[in-house]
């Protein structure tokens, strides 16, 4: 699905992604670990259209992306969650779903905020989609709430329920688990798995907790120093000589 080839990305002489080169399977979840200051989240932001490359080519498909603005991304399916930015907090949860397939024509979030005509044309249709997703998440009780009144980790569904909005076909993930308790953190490891089983979503995602990585990812790909330095399922790469020592070494 996703092809990444010698990437690099430099932040005045800094090397935060220094030629990595790495895979996503069609139909995978793969995990991206690697100690702090990896590179992972820079190159998260390469790939979704968020930073350009110093140099190196992405992939997707076979079609060249590289560089291209996330709209477009946005477009052929690739997302990336964000955090609800705080303007939106104001808003319903449902409504923060609702706000999404007029965020995807490319128009900015804030035209999308006040051309509520588009929105109320087809709001009946995107209004059931939006309920949906929130039973799909299990969580149809908080459609009503202010986004700003929910947890952290509801409000992981919630960016994770954003994806559902348009036809997604692969979703990164930033930290599903920072600060997020274990109940929760499963409903989103089940709600994962569920896209990805039943929906057919490629996932790639971030997360520091291994138990996690361990529970719904294969493979997992670990990075350090802007590069790849081992790929295989969670206990190989776990085992891998290169990846103890670039834990041990931070
Ligand atoms: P990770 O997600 O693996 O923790 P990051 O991609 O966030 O790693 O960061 C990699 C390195 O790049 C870090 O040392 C960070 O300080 C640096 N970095 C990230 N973004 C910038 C930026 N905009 N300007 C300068 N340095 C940056």
């Known amino acids: 699905m996703i092809r990444v080839e010698n990437l690099h990305r430099h932040f005045g002489g800094f090397h935060a992604v220094d030629g990595a080169s790495l895979k996503i399977r069609a139909g995978s979840i793969t995990g991206l670990i690697g100690p702090n200051g990896a590179g992972k989240t820079t190159l998260f932001n390469v790939i979704a259209g968020r930073l350009p490359p110093t140099s190196g080519k992405v ?128 409903t989103i490891g089940d709600a994962i798995v569920r896209l990805n089983k039943e929906r057919g979503y490629t996932f790639c995602v971030i997360e520091h907790d291994m138990d996690f990585i361990a529970r719904i990812c294969d493979p997992v790909i670990c990075m350090a120093e802007g590069k790849v330095l081992a790929e295989g399922t969670v206990d190989q790469v776990k085992n891998d000589e290169r990846v103890i020592e670039a834990y041990l070494g931070t």
């Open 59 to 186: 992939f997707m498909a076979g079609e060249d992306i590289t560089g291209l603005p996330p709209h477009e991304l946005f477009g052929k399916g690739l997302l990336r969650t964000f955090q609800i930015a705080h303007e939106f907090g104001s808003m319903t949860v449902r409504e923060n779903l609702m706000m999404v397939p007029a965020a995807q024509s490319g128009e900015s979030l804030l035209n999308a905020i006040f051309n509520r005509s588009r929105v109320r044309d087809e709001e009946a249709r995107i209004r059931d989609k939006a309920d949906e997703v929130l039973e799909f998440l299990t969580i149809s009780h908080l459609a009503d709430q202010k986004a700003s009144m929910i947890s952290g980790g509801q409000k992981k569904l919630l960016e994770l329920g954003r994806t559902m909005m348009v036809d997604a076909r692969i979703v990164f993930l930033d930290e599903v688990g920072a600060g997020v308790n274990r109940t929760l953190l499963n």
